[in-house]
């Protein structure tokens, strides 16, 4: 599959293993390491992971995929464990997070989370949109990987009923990925996941960019 044409691409190696062992090292010595679930806002918690995005090799390998002028949108640590193995149904990210509320045709439906303002945008706002998952762990389908409907982020905003049409219609892929491996995709692109069958450490650093120009005193998470 490929990014541009499907919405989701696998890119291998896109992590080197010292980055991947620095960021696991303090991530286990972290008390991030207890917590179960998605753990937000990874990169003001962890140093390393704040160092990393701002590494010359991770700008070098997402450029491909993000415009340059692009900023984090969120930054999240899932772990399924033993002790925390969920199932996550078919659904499209359509919320972002920003610093402050604000009024704009088309932003609403406004939440907080973990102290954060998150506002589901206008479907320009999430197409231009990039996701890039990163596999610290290797994550087979047995271990709950991520499955998408390839080029369904291409019908819009979906409700619950045509979510459902969709999948019940179209093959789902399953994104196994090797450890180092990153997922490249649209946040909207239909994606779901499975519990682990046999459940290890499946940890995926998850994050969001986009270059669209919020108003004047508003950033983004």
Known sequence: MQFFEDGCEIVKDFISENWRSTILNEIEASAVSTEVGGVRNINRKLKTVAEYLNSIEFKEKACAFIPASAQLVRAILFNKSPQSNWF???????????????????????????????????????????????????????????????????????????????????????????????????????????KSSEPSNRRVLHFEFSNWKLPSAVCWG
């Open 88 to 194: 996550v149904t078919w659904h499209q990210d359509k919320t972002v997070a920003v610093s402050s509320k604000f009024e704009e045709p088309g932003w609403g439906a406004w939440s907080v989370k973990e102290n954060t303002l998150h506002v589901q945008p206008p479907l320009a706002v999430l197409e231009g949109m990039v996701t890039i998952r990163i596999h610290l762990d290797s994550t087979p389908k047995e271990n709950g990987c991520l499955k998408v409907i390839p080029n369904s982020y291409k019908l819009g905003i979906l409700n619950p009923d045509q979510i459902n049409e969709v999948v019940a219609s179209e093959k789902a892929h399953y994104c196994e990925a090797e450890k180092c491996a990153a997922l490249i995709m649209r946040p909207h692109l239909l994606h779901a996941s499975s």
